[in-house]
């Protein structure tokens, strides 16, 4: 089981279905990137100010280790610090996010990333807008590429149209 938080950028179309595109789904847990490479991870996620403050850190941590003549203590510390940022990474970035006016508008958990969009977009959804149907006779636009993102979007978007009982029905299928 795995949790995400679900972040909306600060200037977020009003129409919920585009506003989905959008969304951002942070995993909470221990990433293995973040606490091997913590100055690339942050600079791929673009956390300038967690990243001078991890740097100033860890320098700080290791001239201080190195002028008292304890670098392996020292080393030790630095690798206590990688290990506790690998496991609050998510949080960091979900507060660097918050901090540049993203809004955070829920969790979710689920098995996969996957199965946490579609059940986050099948209660989000209904909620914040009316989804138009096709007008009867209209020719059907053809689908963009389809990705496991545009593939939870869809199927959260046809469980909608299908209304509450189909939802129920596919789960007991």
């Known amino acids: 089981m795995v949790i995400y938080s679900v972040l909306e950028p600060p200037d977020a179309p009003a129409d919920r279905l585009e506003s ?14 973040a606490a091997a490479l913590p100055p690339v991870w942050m600079l791929v996620k673009r956390m300038w100010l967690e990243l001078a403050i991890y740097m100033g850190a860890a320098g700080l941590i290791a001239w201080i280790a190195s002028s008292a003549g304890q ?25 660097s996010l918050e901090r540049r006016g993203w809004r ?19 209660v989000w959804l209904p909620t914040h807008t009316e989804i138009p149907r ?16 545009r593939r939870a979007f869809t199927q ?10 189909a939802a129920a029905a596919d789960s007991k299928a």
């Open 134 to 149: 096709p007008a009867a006779g209209t020719a059907p636009v053809a689908p963009a590429p389809p990705s496991w993102t």
């Open 20 to 33: 989905a595109e959008q969304l951002v789904f942070i995993r909470d847990g221990f990433s293995a990137y």
């Open 104 to 122: 955070l508008v829920g969790t979710v958990s689920g098995r996969n990333r996957e199965d946490c969009e579609r059940r986050f977009l099948e």
């Open 71 to 95: 670098t392996e203590l020292g080393n030790a510390i630095l690798l206590a610090v990688q290990i506790i940022f690998g496991f609050e990474s998510g949080a960091l970035h979900s507060a």
């Open 156 to 165: 959260a978007k046809d469980a909608i149209l299908r209304g509450p009982n």
